[in-house]
């Protein structure tokens, strides 16, 4: 099992739908999480952190649940300039690097 | 500031030769990383470094070497290019703060033939 799962999608979606990814984490003891975006042929970006409490950046939501080890983003009124590949980050223990999950496509479409 | 520097952008290798894949940050980042991205397969974490003189294995470390004399520079060696080696290699690097994310550099990419 791979320890970073995450939907396999792709996800099409119409501008202004709402899109929720999900990933699941199988170590325990993982201390950070993040979302990458990570555009066509290009080097991954960090798009938010993930914090227990949920944070909020404008249209992007994420939000982490220890206990059922799973990490979410919310996508709301998604723009064209959404469509990218979204990453699942955790960062197992203090230490060391960070493990990605495949990751997730999203095309919005007009 | 530049951030986290690659070198080369594009290379195409005969198997059986070496080369060095550059990384440098001007960021003073303790933490850096080497991975690679094949499609279906995601980022996957080759070697990584907490700082100077500490190295470790990740993922899919085989054939692959790294040294980190400064805090500035992990250099990513391939000893004998074989084709399973054709990929995307990012070079990131990140403050010790366990919340930071990495910043990564825009990648090389790289044939073996």
């Known amino acids: 099992r791979k320890e970073v799962e995450q939907d396999p999608g792709p996800f099409n979606v119409p501008e202004g739908a709402t899109v929720a990814f999900n990933c699941t984490y199988s170590n325990s003891a993982s201390q950070s999480f993040f979302w990458y975006r990570q555009d066509c042929r290009k080097e991954p970006k960090l798009l938010m952190s993930v914090y227990s409490s949920g944070n909020e950046d404008g249209r992007f939501t994420a939000q982490l649940n220890r206990a059922s080890q799973y990490i979410s983003l919310l996508i709301r009124d998604s723009k064209l300039s959404d469509s990218a590949t979204y990453l699942c980050?955790?960062?197992?223990?203090?230490?060391?690097?960070?493990?990605f999950g495949k990751g997730t496509t999203l095309s919005v479409s007009s | 500031n530049a951030g986290v520097t690659q070198t080369p952008k594009f290379q195409v290798l005969k198997t059986g030769q070496s080369m060095t894949l550059q990384c440098a940050q001007d960021m003073n980042h303790e933490y850096m990383s080497w991975y690679r991205q094949d499609p279906g397969m995601g980022l996957r974490l080759i070697h990584y470094s907490v700082g100077a003189g500490i190295t470790d294995q990740g993922e899919v470390p085989n054939g692959y070497n790294v040294s980190r004399s400064t805090t500035e520079d992990f250099p990513l060696r391939l000893l004998s290019a074989a084709p399973s080696q054709t990929s995307v290699y990012f070079c990131?690097?990140?403050?010790?703060?366990?919340?930071?994310?990495?910043?990564f550099g825009s990648g090389t990419r790289l044939t073996v033939v």
């Open positions: 990131a690097s990140r403050d010790q703060g366990d919340a930071y994310g990495y910043t």
């Open positions: 980050v955790v960062n197992r223990q203090a230490g060391t690097a960070l493990i």
